[in-house]
């Protein structure tokens, strides 16, 4: 007697029909296996721990050194309410005649001070005078306002000094 017939009297026939089931399965799972890992593809890199270290420590120097960079330039905006502008640079902020800054003076529309025998007015001021849409302005926002004030300032540096045009 054959070995075929002691596994046939041992399981029975249906386990014989199962095992070519069996393996189909198999391979199709094996195929599909085949198909996640292609689509899927990983590769894994390895190193010494020594060289991940000093990895990281070369990350941390330069994101340490971006951060430092980024403070340096970072422009904190002056506050507006610190800043006199003259009146003559008023009115070109305002994009007005210095009478007519005379006239919101006179009117209480626009708060000054007046040191020196010269009139001064705050960045703040001239700011919520373009908003109140007292007058009429280019400069809708803080910033270029800012801007505006500071590209003055260069073009009539040589003309009078740094403690006239911002008087405490």
Same mark, same amino acid.
């Given at each position: 007697m054959a070995v075929n017939s002691l596994v046939d009297a041992a399981l029975g026939r249906t386990? &014989?029909?199962t095992i070519p089931s069996l393996l189909t399965?198999?391979?199709?799972?094996?195929?599909?296996?085949?198909i996640i890992s &292609?689509?899927?593809?990983? &590769?894994?890199?390895?190193?010494?721990?020594?060289a991940y270290k000093k990895?990281?420590?070369?990350?941390?120097?330069?994101?340490f050194y971006v951060e430092k960079q980024a403070e340096k330039e970072a422009v904190t905006l002056p506050?507006?309410? /610190?800043?006199?502008?003259s009146n003559d640079e008023a009115a070109e902020l305002l994009?007005?005649?210095?009478?007519?800054?005379?006239?919101?003076?006179?009117?209480? /529309?626009?708060?000054?001070?007046?040191?020196?025998?010269?009139?001064?007015?705050?960045?703040?001021?001239?700011?919520?005078?373009?908003?109140?849409r007292l007058v009429a302005s280019k400069y809708r926002q803080e910033a270029d306002l800012l801007r505006a004030h500071q590209d003055y300032q260069k073009r009539n540096k040589p003309?009078?000094?740094?403690?006239?045009?911002?008087?405490k």
């Open positions: 386990f &014989k029909k399965r198999c391979l199709e799972v094996t195929e599909l296996c085949n &292609k689509t899927w593809l990983m &590769k894994v890199i390895t190193i010494e721990d020594e990895l990281v420590r070369k990350i941390e120097r330069i994101y506050d507006p309410r /610190e800043i006199r502008v994009e007005v005649s210095t009478r007519t800054l005379q006239r919101l003076r006179s009117n209480g /529309e626009i708060t000054y001070s007046i040191q020196g025998g010269r009139t001064w007015y705050t960045l703040d001021e001239i700011q919520s005078v373009m908003s109140g003309a009078s000094t740094k403690k006239d045009n911002n008087p």
